[in-house]
């Protein structure tokens, strides 16, 4: 009974050596099959990760969309702008003025945080506002400080009349002259802001439309969270981008 697997050995022996060239092709293809089953069980595994990948980057865009458009609508809707001058206006209309512009402020640092504070638009526009709001609250102080100085050379020149020829005269002389520069600088500033209160206000809600214009083409939804690609376009564009 042990004669079996002597003769078996024996036998293929003898096939292998009549037919080695056979035996050659078959174990190669086997090899073949082997290697071509294993770059498909790899490509496989490839694509799924390349469609997960796909996946994450279409969420990604879709919930930044979301965010963006959130934020736009509320600074369209909240965003104070004025296109009227403001160079005649009393204390009270700079003062509101000034508070709406201060409302801006957190609602285009929303758009930096959304949109990016790199962003050099959005951080023109808040450079304008803060400016704008400066201009603004420096015209309403200028306003009221300047009256008093007024009234109180007014008060000065009806007590000179009184202590005339006195040492006390002299003295408010001085002061006099003194308040009157401060009058005459404080005339030149309020000029000169209340002409920039001319144009400003309307520079400022053009630029504003400008943003708006500008952010509404930057909402669009990607088209790559939609396009339909080849994996192996995926996978040379991966790794174009790599290198």
């Not at 003025?97 to 790199?118: C, H, M, R, T, Y």
């Not at 920039?196 to 439309?209: A, K």
Request: hydrophobic share 35%; net charge neutral; with cysteine.
């Amino acid at each position: 009974m042990f004669t079996i697997p002597k003769d078996i050995i024996a036998y293929l022996d003898t096939f292998r050596t009549a037919h080695g060239g056979t035996v050659t092709v078959i174990t190669a293809a086997a090899s073949l099959i082997a290697i071509v089953k294993s770059t498909l069980n790899t490509w496989g595994l490839n694509q799924q990760a390349d469609i997960q990948r796909e996946i994450q980057s279409n969420r990604y865009k879709l919930e930044l969309f979301d965010k963006r458009f959130k934020v736009f609508t509320e600074f369209k809707q909240k965003i104070n702008t004025g296109n009227e001058p403001l160079n005649n206006a009393n204390v009270l209309k700079l003062k509101n003025v000034a508070n709406k512009l201060d409302e801006n402020i957190p609602e285009i640092q929303k758009l930096q945080l959304i949109f990016g504070s790199g962003d050099k638009k959005i951080s023109s526009f808040l450079s304008s506002t803060q400016k704008f709001k400066q201009l603004v609250q420096l015209t309403s102080v200028h306003i009221p400080l300047l009256e008093g100085k007024e009234i109180e050379i007014k008060d000065i020149n009806d007590d000179t009349c009184k202590m005339n020829g006195t040492i006390a005269g002299f003295v408010t002389e001085n002061y006099k002259r003194q308040v009157c520069g401060e009058v005459e600088n404080l005339t030149k500033e309020l000029n000169e802001n209340r002409l920039q209160l001319i144009t400003v206000p309307f520079d400022y809600d053009i630029e504003r439309n400008k943003l708006e214009e500008y952010l509404s083409e930057k909402l669009s939804v990607p088209e790559q969270a939609f396009e339909k690609r080849l994996w192996f376009f995926v996978r040379w564009r991966d790794r174009r981008t790599v290198d």
